[in-house]
């Protein structure tokens, strides 16, 4: 093993070289510094930080995972029917109970023979006839369950499916490497970088004071501003040869300082200042300066800031939008129970819309094609409020005679609406009754882009269907000309066109707004993002948010290097006093080992968090542990009577067997946690494992070729251990 000594250690020095200019571009990103072109251009891989260490966003979501079962349900409900009238020229009513129970009832009872597999099979290993059920058939009808191994499999897709969703989403908008794992029924979303809370608190505080010095400054008054590095919402003010406080008492008018109770005095002018600030009270204890004072952004005003961040709120938004695209017919003629008349014309006229409770009622335009077969609807209404949850309520509060069928169900959308002449219009939330069942869904999807209006050159979204979304809704406008549709994305209507004739090749155009400007092109590109990753396949409820400063991060790297150097400093002691110049061997190769792991992470682009840390602490230990047992046995075979060069050879020999099996052992722990574990448990399985690898290699090979140069020099009989 003396061989090729000198080629050994000249691969170890290059190797080392490597790995040294291999992490420099991390630390230098950490550290705020440049390198030379040279090496920032060839070392271009670089380690993350993880939320812990460089701040950003903690989003935890629950997946309603229920509510995509009985989604699931419909949708093969659905297919159902269709399957019964192609096949068999049946109708089949549906009726769908929780997430697992399905009902067919047929006018005539004799057809429940046509049930055959032919018909089923767009069900077969999803449902099965509930045999405890079976006397109804007589009755006409058949009623199906959902087993419960595939009720688990399905709501371990519905979660799978929203972490891949939610991801793709993420790459969208461009946020580098997120962190989305679940948890049971929960979809964690951890992304570094964003929403750096201190930055944004700093630079609105700045702005204010910015306002401040020059209000204050029109007086004639000499202010310098001071960084308060304790708070980033604050700043210090000083003016200069003058009572700070009284100068802004004069500036902005007794009328203007409102006193708190904790103390600070508000001020509340916000033509002037755009923002509410407060000047806050005097440390107790301290030399009182009465040329300073400190003005800090209230709490609501900290709210805001954070809340207008238009990067943060622009991805929650991509985020939680549930992208759930549906085509529904919508049905102003059909009537209401007994009444004759359809569903709103009936409630106006039994007088439910009455003064007070907010809500406008408007006859609509008629419409219908006779000649093609749609009945023409004349003086269709509609229900307007300015609040969605004002026509809810009026809903849900009807008696139950009055309520909707389950056949349909209310839509509601927004439309511009002149209250007033030579004003703006306001957005009015209005009513559409669509059947309840959607013709067309999102899934079906194939492309989304982003077009224009010729007319007004206003941004609008263009999608197209694959073959059978294309077959839909060709049958769906064809069997429907004269009849208005309504385009549903997520639960609002954004589209409600008439089918003036068939259409074939199955483009839809979703248009988002009426006046050009970046914010509607901010809304169709957003969209297409959404459309383009697929739709949730349930709801996202925010459970838990938390955005997480630099500030701390910071203080959690400071703590953690600290931790890595107290551990490295007691073992370099301990080693070099105990073991002596082979302990200093076994110091350099431990220094060279956290320099692989290091380098090992930069080139996978691993991210390093808190947890991290504590495994390349970790790492210091096992490294040693190699060395130490190595050393050991080296001692074994020297009080046996062995030469230095035997002592040598037999040591490391007989100890890669120990060190080998007692490394596998802790990396079978690694990969279990690497595997099973979320978020933080994952960050220190990856920096565990790689730890073990450099750990084996510097502790049997690095220090050996120390040993073995020593070995080849003449005369050498005793090794310092």
Same mark, same amino acid.
């Given at each position: 093993?003396?061989?090729?000594?000198?080629?050994?250690?000249?691969?170890?020095?290059?190797?080392?070289?490597?790995? !040294?200019?291999?992490?420099?571009?991390?630390?230098?990103?950490?550290?705020?510094?440049?390198?030379?072109?040279?090496?920032? /251009?060839?070392?271009?891989?670089?380690?993350?930080?993880?939320?812990?260490?460089?701040?950003?966003?903690?989003?935890?979501?629950?997946?309603?995972?229920? *509510?995509?079962?009985?989604?699931?349900?419909?949708?093969?409900?659905?297919?159902?029917?269709?399957?019964?009238? /192609?096949?068999?020229?049946?109708?089949?009513?549906?009726?769908?109970?929780?997430?697992?129970?399905?009902?067919?009832?047929?006018?005539?009872?004799?057809?429940?023979?046509?049930?055959?597999?032919?018909?089923?099979?767009?069900?077969?290993?999803?449902?099965?006839?509930?045999?405890?059920?079976?006397?109804?058939?007589?009755? $006409?009808?058949?009623?199906?369950?959902?087993?419960?191994?595939?009720?688990?499999?399905?709501?371990?897709?519905? !979660?799978?499916?929203?972490?891949?969703?939610?991801?793709?989403?993420?790459?969208?908008?461009?946020?580098?490497?997120?962190?989305?794992?679940?948890?049971?029924?929960?979809?964690?979303?951890?992304?570094?970088?964003?929403?750096?809370?201190?930055?944004?608190?700093?630079?609105?505080?700045? *702005?204010?004071?910015?306002?401040?010095?020059?209000?204050?400054?029109?007086?004639?008054?000499?202010?310098?501003?001071?960084?308060?590095?304790?708070?980033?919402?604050?700043?210090?003010?000083?003016?200069?040869?003058?009572?700070?406080?009284?100068?802004?008492?004069?500036?902005?008018?007794?009328?203007?300082?409102?006193?708190?109770?904790?103390?600070?005095?508000?001020?509340?002018?916000?033509?002037?200042?755009?923002?509410?600030?407060?000047?806050?009270?005097?440390?107790?204890?301290?030399?009182?300066?009465?040329?300073?004072?400190?003005?800090?952004?209230? @709490?609501?005003?900290?709210?805001?800031?954070?809340?207008?961040?238009?990067?943060?709120?622009?991805?929650?938004?991509?985020?939680?939008?549930?992208?759930?695209? /549906?085509?529904?017919?919508?049905?102003?003629?059909?009537?209401?129970?007994?009444?004759?008349?359809?569903?709103?014309?009936?409630?106006?006229?039994?007088?439910?819309?009455?003064?007070?409770?907010?809500?406008?009622?408007?006859?609509?335009?008629?419409?219908?094609?006779?000649?093609?077969?749609?009945?023409?609807?004349?003086?269709?209404?509609?229900?307007?409020?300015?609040?969605?949850?004002?026509? @809810?309520?009026?809903?849900?509060?009807?008696?139950?005679? &009055?309520?909707?069928?389950?056949?349909?169900?209310?839509?509601?959308? /927004?439309?511009? &609406?002149?209250?007033?002449?030579?004003?703006?219009?306001?957005?009015?939330?209005?009513?559409?009754?669509?059947?309840?069942?959607?013709?067309?869904?999102?899934?079906?999807?194939?492309?989304?882009?982003?077009?224009?209006?010729?007319?007004?050159?206003?941004?609008?979204?263009?999608?197209?269907?694959?073959?059978?979304?294309?077959?839909?809704?060709?049958?769906?406008?064809?069997?429907?000309?004269?009849?208005?549709?309504?385009?549903?994305?997520?639960?609002?209507?954004?589209?409600?066109?008439?089918?003036?004739?068939?259409?074939?090749?199955?483009?839809?155009?979703?248009?988002?707004?009426?006046?050009?400007?970046?914010?509607?092109?901010?809304?169709?590109?957003?969209?297409?993002?959404?459309?383009?990753?697929?739709?949730?396949?349930?709801?996202?409820?925010?459970?838990?948010?938390?955005?997480?400063?630099?500030?701390?991060?910071? @203080?959690?790297?400071?703590?953690?290097?600290?931790?890595?150097?107290?551990?490295?400093?007691?073992?370099?002691?301990?080693?070099?006093?105990?073991?002596?110049?082979? $302990?200093?061997?076994?110091?350099?190769?431990?220094?060279?080992?956290?320099?692989?792991?290091?380098?090992?992470?930069?080139?996978?682009?691993?991210?390093?968090?808190?947890?991290?840390?504590?495994?390349?602490?970790?790492?210091?230990?096992?490294?040693?542990?190699?060395?130490?047992?190595?050393?050991?046995?080296?001692?074994?075979?020297?009080?046996?009577?062995?030469?230095?060069?035997?002592?040598?050879?037999?040591?490391?020999?007989?100890?890669?067997?120990?060190?080998?099996?007692?490394?596998?052992?802790?990396?079978?722990?690694?990969?279990?946690? &690497?595997?099973?574990?979320? $978020?933080?448990?994952?960050?220190?399985?990856?920096?565990?494992?790689?730890?073990?690898?450099?750990? !084996?290699?510097? $502790?049997?090979?690095?220090?050996?070729?120390?040993?073995? &140069?020593?070995?080849?020099?003449?005369?050498?009989?005793?090794?310092?251990?």
């Amino acid at each position: 093993m003396r061989r090729f000594v000198k080629l050994k250690a000249l691969l170890l020095l290059l190797l080392l070289s490597v790995a !040294i200019l291999s992490v420099l571009p991390s630390f230098a990103q950490i550290g705020k510094f440049e390198l030379p072109p040279l090496i920032s /251009e060839t070392f271009t891989r670089q380690f993350k930080l993880g939320l812990d260490l460089q701040g950003g966003l903690h989003l935890e979501y629950s997946v309603a995972v229920d *509510e995509a079962l009985e989604n699931k349900l419909d949708q093969m409900a659905g297919e159902l029917e269709s399957a019964f009238k /192609e096949k068999k020229d049946v109708t089949v009513q549906t009726e769908r109970k929780g997430k697992d129970t399905l009902i067919l009832r047929f006018e005539n009872p004799e057809d429940v023979k046509l049930a055959t597999e032919d018909v089923m099979a767009v069900v077969a290993g999803h449902l099965e006839r509930d045999l405890d059920a079976e006397n109804l058939e007589s009755e $006409g009808i058949i009623q199906m369950k959902v087993p419960e191994e595939v009720i688990e499999d399905s709501q371990k897709a519905v !979660i799978g499916q929203a972490i891949e969703t939610v991801r793709r989403r993420v790459d969208a908008m461009g946020v580098a490497e997120p962190n989305i794992y679940p948890k049971n029924r929960q979809v964690v979303i951890e992304l570094p970088g964003v929403s750096d809370t201190a930055t944004e608190l700093r630079a609105a505080a700045n *702005e204010v004071s910015n306002l401040m010095i020059a209000l204050i400054n029109t007086e004639g008054i000499q202010v310098q501003p001071v960084e308060n590095r304790e708070d980033p919402g604050a700043i210090d003010m000083r003016v200069v040869d003058s009572d700070a406080r009284a100068v802004l008492e004069q500036i902005f008018g007794a009328d203007k300082l409102i006193p708190q109770d904790d103390g600070s005095v508000m001020i509340f002018d916000p033509d002037r200042l755009g923002a509410e600030v407060a000047i806050l009270p005097e440390v107790a204890g301290a030399d009182p300066d009465p040329e300073m004072v400190t003005i800090s952004l209230t @709490e609501s005003a900290r709210d805001e800031v954070l809340e207008s961040s238009s990067d943060f709120r622009r991805l929650l938004k991509v985020i939680e939008r549930a992208a759930v695209l /549906e085509m529904h017919m919508v049905d102003d003629e059909t009537p209401f129970k007994d009444t004759g008349k359809p569903y709103l014309r009936a409630l106006f006229d039994a007088g439910f819309v009455t003064e007070g409770l907010g809500i406008s009622v408007a006859i609509e335009d008629n419409y219908g094609k006779p000649e093609k077969g749609a009945p023409m609807v004349e003086e269709p209404i509609a229900f307007y409020a300015l609040e969605r949850e004002t026509l @809810e309520r009026f809903f849900n509060s009807l008696p139950p005679e &009055w309520r909707i069928p389950n056949t349909h169900k209310v839509a509601y959308g /927004e439309v511009p &609406w002149v209250l007033r002449r030579n004003e703006e219009p306001t957005q009015l939330w209005r009513t559409h009754i669509i059947r309840s069942r959607a013709d067309i869904t999102g899934d079906r999807i194939t492309t989304a882009n982003v077009g224009y209006k010729q007319d007004t050159n206003t941004p609008q979204v263009e999608v197209s269907f694959d073959k059978i979304g294309a077959r839909d809704f060709d049958r769906m406008s064809g069997d429907n000309i004269g009849r208005k549709m309504a385009i549903i994305m997520d639960e609002r209507v954004v589209s409600d066109p008439i089918f003036n004739e068939r259409i074939p090749n199955g483009n839809v155009v979703i248009t988002l707004g009426s006046q050009p400007g970046d914010s509607i092109r901010e809304q169709a590109n957003d969209l297409v993002k959404v459309l383009k990753s697929g739709s949730l396949p349930a709801r996202l409820n925010k459970e838990f948010e938390i955005r997480v400063g630099a500030d701390l991060g910071q @203080e959690s790297v400071e703590r953690g290097f600290k931790a890595f150097l107290v551990g490295l400093g007691m073992v370099i002691v301990f080693m070099a006093i105990y073991y002596r110049r082979a $302990g200093v061997i076994a110091v350099f190769a431990l220094v060279m080992n956290m320099v692989l792991v290091l380098a090992a992470m930069a080139l996978f682009q691993a991210t390093l968090t808190l947890p991290g840390i504590a495994g390349v602490v970790l790492t210091i230990g096992m490294a040693v542990d190699a060395n130490v047992i190595v050393f050991e046995r080296v001692r074994e075979f020297l009080r046996e009577g062995f030469t230095a060069r035997a002592a040598i050879e037999a040591g490391y020999d007989r100890a890669f067997t120990t060190i080998l099996d007692s490394q596998l052992t802790t990396a079978i722990a690694g990969l279990v946690l &690497w595997q099973y574990g979320s $978020g933080p448990i994952r960050g220190f399985a990856i920096t565990l494992l790689i730890g073990i690898a450099t750990s !084996i290699f510097t $502790g049997v090979f690095a220090t050996r070729v120390f040993f073995d &140069w020593q070995a080849n020099r003449r005369g050498f009989d005793r090794v310092s251990i």
